[in-house]
């Protein structure tokens, strides 16, 4: 095995040890979670929290484009990770 493929595979190992460790450690800790709102597993969704919309000034967010901009470009951005994630897949 050439020195490159091994220090790609332990820097891999190094990265992904210390994010399972870093989750492990947030998870235990229970870090970002509201006390005062236990929805169990869907805790992060901003739709489980009672009366949200009322957390934000919606007034200063104001859209500059057409609605149908937005979900176009949003389909353009998935098509296109998808067409790369196929031709990286495709190289293995």
């Given at each position: 095995?050439?020195?490159?493929?091994?220090?790609?595979?332990?820097?891999?190992?190094?990265?992904?040890?210390?994010?399972?460790?870093?989750?492990?450690?947030?998870m235990?800790?229970?870090?970002?979670?509201?006390?005062?709102?236990?929805?169990?597993?869907?805790?992060?969704?901003?739709?489980?929290?009672p009366?949200?919309?009322?957390?934000?000034?919606?007034?200063?967010?104001?859209?500059?484009l057409?609605?149908?901009?937005?979900?176009?470009?949003?389909?353009?951005?998935?098509?296109?990770?998808?067409?790369?994630?196929?031709?990286?897949?495709?190289?293995?």
């Amino acid at each position: 095995m050439s020195k490159r493929k091994t220090a790609a595979r332990v820097a891999l190992l190094v990265v992904g040890g210390g994010s399972l460790a870093a989750v492990v450690y947030i998870m235990v800790r229970r870090l970002g979670l509201n006390p005062d709102l236990d929805f169990g597993a869907g805790a992060y969704y901003y739709a489980d929290i009672p009366e949200y919309e009322k957390v934000l000034d919606w007034d200063v967010y104001q859209a500059q484009l057409p609605f149908w901009v937005y979900l176009v470009l949003f389909l353009a951005w998935g098509a296109l990770m998808f067409w790369l994630w196929k031709r990286i897949d495709r190289r293995k």
